[in-house]
Nanobody
């Protein structure tokens, strides 16, 4: 399994970006996919998760109403549409996939089996 994240960049506060995560390999075995982020000097944190079936599981409270997670199973691609970006959204964003039912633990990074390389999002004030 390989995950390739892209779409990061520099944007002004209030702007938008769409992150993509192209998956290859055993995509038929994916159960859940998620986006996590890590800001400089901080721990990696959960952003959003979705079942490969398309059911959205959850969002981090601070991104609710601004970010939308989705996937295109035909293209084997996960997306994160980010609107109304804030400087505090600045981080490296990582996509991840889990092959098993993680139940209510979708925010636990340890439950995911494969990770992309990360794409950097910088929001200027």
């Amino acid at each position: 399994v390989q995950l390739q994240a892209s779409g990061g960049g520099l944007v002004q506060a209030g702007g938008s970006l769409r992150l993509s995560c192209a998956a290859s390999g055993r995509t038929f075995s994916f159960y859940v996919m998620g986006w996590f982020r890590q800001a400089p000097g901080k721990e990696r944190e959960f952003v959003a998760a979705i079942r490969w079936s398309g059911v959205v599981l959850s969002y981090k409270d601070s991104v609710k109403g601004r970010f939308t997670i989705s996937r295109d199973s035909a293209k084997n691609t996960l997306y994160l549409q980010m609107n109304s970006l804030k400087p505090e959204d600045t981080a490296a964003y990582y996509c991840a996939t889990g092959l098993n039912d993680v139940g209510s633990y979708y925010a636990d990074a340890n439950r995911y089996d494969y990770w992309g390389q990360g794409t950097l999002v910088t929001v200027s004030s």
